[in-house]
């Protein structure tokens, strides 16, 4: 990669992090009418409108960032799949409801120490987007923690999926602890912030859950990366964006 | 049947029934089968919006829907405890529901085909729902009444912005208006729906007036959305589908033609194109969350045990 | 509807009957490497290759008629939801293997009569297409229903199953045997095939493996329609779309 | 060891095994490995492939990718039978396909990201596949030679078919060559990778050598894949992901670079990008249709127990 601008490099760190929220947020907004109760649909489409509206003061602080007059609708509907800079784990299907628990735990566990950390950046705009998404941060993390404790001390069917659904998350948590080249880039001015260094205080917020939950913590095996380094995604994304981006597509250039 | 009298008396005075209050048991009987219909439709009208979240063209609007969708569930919660104030619990309405015996409304039966019926859904078939409601939010069992006063506000709100999507595709390309038009020329009559039979056709009507359950006729409530609702139309640029509707300065009020009640009752009946859908729809997302609402109850028994010891 | 002219009228069947193949053969290709074993897989793509071979031709030729220049891909990659005039039956999803089974059988007890009469119209071209698409579907038909004797004749749970299927999709039946207005208009003339007249001896048909596969015939309630006289479709149909579409619409114009 | 002897001697005679005719175990064990490996990698390749049919952006390229899958199902079963002849059940291999036990091509734990996949797939996966086919068929067990032979036919139609697809990519806009170069970029190193480990590293080679199951090492086999491949890539306009890639005029061979070992092993391990989701998908598949194979066998139980009576 070439050396960017710091703006450029703003811009893409920005929308970045947009990503995670939106692709997330759109999983979690797959939910409405199939979840257990109303009032877990209501949590979840709770969450999806928090986690689209903080990507959404990111891709317009990306755009403002990048000077090419690009808006937020441009970053999520004229980008193509290799373009998006989500972690792995928000593009995975939601599959049961522990999976999606599961899923919404290890993000909102790591958004939770990102957001903190992100609301003292040097850059003013990106600090008050960490400020203000570090307070609907914490309550995902709260209900999913809640939920985690739930199913893991519930019956025993419960039990054995959130293990299985923590089993198979896993391998996607890795991913959340890497730098990207425009996180490195931005680390030295105080500006991006040092992921890895989040992952003890991670680690100890999700012993914690777990151990509450009387699940454990599967062996550190392997991580899967791709998604926020190179924008190399799992098959199940394409069907994100084909149902995401079609009425833009379709209908390039008209206003909604 | 003084009791009944006395009932009738406070009624007829205006002051609201509340739980404690005798009251008939038609009357209780009513209520509860129209206020679980009513959070029932709440919820079942998610479906056709939901539809549409993941396809939204903007982020703007798909945060707006997300909202929207969100309100529905609370007013689906807060109109179910209003109901259990009259000893039903939510979870036999909604078991009276995935057995098909309760009823919701019969607009969601129709598909929420294109993304301008987002729109429609918001303008008309919210619109029709306020008309209704607000008469409600007037009728005799309070804690009804003060569900309706809160959910009245945030409909008009959802409305409004019903309206304004639409104003968005009325003002965009021409595919845009045409996707505009084609969606009230199939929301339009099911809307005029919404307020049930023809007053001549409608049996319960004149004991639920009595007992100010209906506080308006389901003719009159049609009448006065439609006067509200045509200059809306054609300030969007568009044309109702209805050929004899056409002001009446007589009467001061619109007149408009003969409502296809075959498709109405077919509807009614089961046979709309999105019953068995939603019906299955509703039924699975209750199946699929057993385990977890298991898991929930397992383990509040295990802790409310743990700390009664 | 004003009227068309023969041609224009010619154009709007073949594509009708074009988009039958096309969905239905969309529906059975999402299969893929999801069948109960390899040879039902392979049969399953077999049917999808049939089915949309006819559409490919039957859109050629739709293309060739209507005088407009279009091509078969046109048809299938640049016309909106409502230009599609298959019958509902065609778009539900696949469900189970049951209900796939059924689709299929109603659609091929169909498709078995119709081609039979369309390779008597009095239009050369599409009685070509019905007597070479006549000998694939009296394969399809053989093939479900073949299964469907299987699982209404094997197990209790089989026998529900496919009960099951046969109730929640007869509701699509009576569209098959209702005639569209293009279809009407070219009826006098000898080209299109009167499918109202069709119904009694697909009765026969089904009444017949209905009873060989120990299943019951539902009552006759009453039929959705919509698709094929107005293009107003499930809400499913809108994904099926979005995917199919997605690269064209992405990548306008472009060759593949 | 008379018959070992003499079956070694039919071997180097170039005598084909048939069934019936003893052989080691060590050759039965070995052959129904390499067998049920490839008839799952038939099977399993369907899944990147199947990814891409409801998105296929033309619809002769759905119908000749529809073809392509139905022809791997029918390459696997041929083989499953064949591997059949040397007494495992095409159940049990595909048992320890569910349970993890068998493996197949670890090019299939790559996604399939762009319909540019799809082509690269045909023209490098196919291809380097078929590189081995065609000395496998020349092996000494006589049934799967047969098969190959029967295979290679249709493998080398679909990776013209392949290649056919990205030379349209090559003649495209910008966008579709940057597709072309993309695909290609991730899939170059993972299809050398599939000729197995250096020969140094190659413990069991030598006795499937000398035994005519392999006829060319994996080196030699390689080698032949790039140099044919090479040129194909010059003549598309893409550059192969590897700067040491040069034609050595004295060895008349391309040489190239180092191939990551490491990941190889790790894909392998069952830590590539899809290995979850491919089995995953596969158990899925055999669970959902248990009641229909049940229900399959019982008529079939039924019937042939009528037609005894």
Not at chain 1, 220 to 230: N, R, T
């Amino acid at each position: 990669m070439t050396e960017l601008t710091q703006q450029q490099a703003i811009s893409r760190y920005a929308a970045q992090i947009g990503d995670n929220g939106l692709i997330i947020g759109h999983r979690m907004s797959e939910w409405c009418f199939k979840a257990p109760t109303i009032e877990m649909e209501m949590a979840l489409m709770n969450c999806a409108l928090d986690l689209i509206g903080q990507a959404r003061e990111l891709y317009t602080y990306a755009g403002v960032a990048g000077g090419e007059g690009k808006k937020e609708d441009d970053f999520a509907y004229l980008r193509d799949e290799q373009d998006f800079r989500n972690n792995l784990l928000a593009e995975v299907p939601n599959g049961d409801w522990g999976d999606t628990i599961v899923r919404l735990f290890f993000m909102s566990a790591f958004n939770n120490l990102f957001y903190k950390a992100l609301s003292q950046s040097k850059d003013t705009q990106l600090a008050a987007i960490g400020e203000k998404s570090l307070k609907e941060v914490i309550y995902h993390l709260r209900f999913s923690s809640e939920w985690l404790i739930r199913l893991g001390d519930g019956t025993e069917e419960s039990h054995a999926r959130a293990q299985k659904s923590i089993d198979s998350l896993w391998m996607y948590v890795g991913e959340l602890f890497t730098m990207s080249d425009v996180e490195k880039q931005l680390l030295a001015d105080g500006i991006s912030v040092d992921v890895e260094a989040l992952r003890e205080e991670w680690e100890h917020t999700v012993n914690r859950v777990l151990r509450q939950a009387t699940l454990h913590r599967p062996q550190d095996d392997w991580a899967m990366l791709g998604g926020k380094a190179e924008g190399r995604h799992t098959e199940h994304f394409g069907y994100i964006i084909t149902d995401m981006q079609y009425m833009q597509r379709r209908y390039p250039g008209c206003e909604w | 049947a003084k009791l009944e009298a006395r009932f009738q008396q406070m009624v007829d005075d205006d002051i609201k029934i509340e739980p404690q209050d005798w009251m008939p048991d038609a009357y209780r009987k009513t209520l509860v089968r129209q206020m679980s219909q009513h959070a029932h439709s709440e919820v079942i009208g998610m479906q056709p919006e939901g539809n549409w979240l993941t396809r939204a063209p903007s982020l703007r609007r798909k945060v707006i829907l997300l909202a929207k969708i969100q309100d529905e569930g609370g007013h689906g919660l807060y109109i179910y405890s209003a109901a259990e104030t009259l000893g039903t619990s939510r979870e036999d309405m909604c078991k009276a529901l995935r057995d098909g015996k309760a009823k919701y409304s019969s607009i969601f039966n129709y598909p929420a085909l294109t993304w301008a019926d987002i729109g429609t859904i918001g303008w008309l078939v919210d619109g029709a729902a306020i008309t209704n409601q607000v008469a409600l939010s007037k009728g005799s069992y309070g804690p009804y009444c003060r569900a309706m006063i809160r959910i009245c506000k945030e409909e008009s709100f959802h409305q409004r912005q019903g309206y304004e999507l639409l104003l968005s595709l009325s003002k965009g390309t021409a595919e845009q208006k045409a996707m505009l038009q084609d969606s009230v020329n199939r929301f339009w009559w099911p809307s005029l729906m919404m307020f049930g039979p023809n007053d001549a056709d409608s049996p319960h009507s004149a004991q639920s007036m009595k007992w100010k359950i209906k506080k308006k006729s389901n003719d009159q409530l049609r009448q006065e959305f439609i006067d509200a609702t045509v200059p809306q139309a054609e300030f969007l640029g568009i044309t109702l589908p209805d050929p004899d509707l056409k002001w009446n300065e007589e009467r001061g009020h619109y007149d408009y033609g003969e409502i296809d009640w075959e498709e109405f009752a077919h509807v009614i009946k089961g046979n709309g194109p999105c019953n068995k859908q939603r019906a299955a729809a509703y039924i699975k997302a209750h199946e699929d969350g057993t385990w977890v609402r298991e898991a929930a109850n397992a383990y509040a028994a295990k802790h409310a045990a743990q700390a009664a010891e």
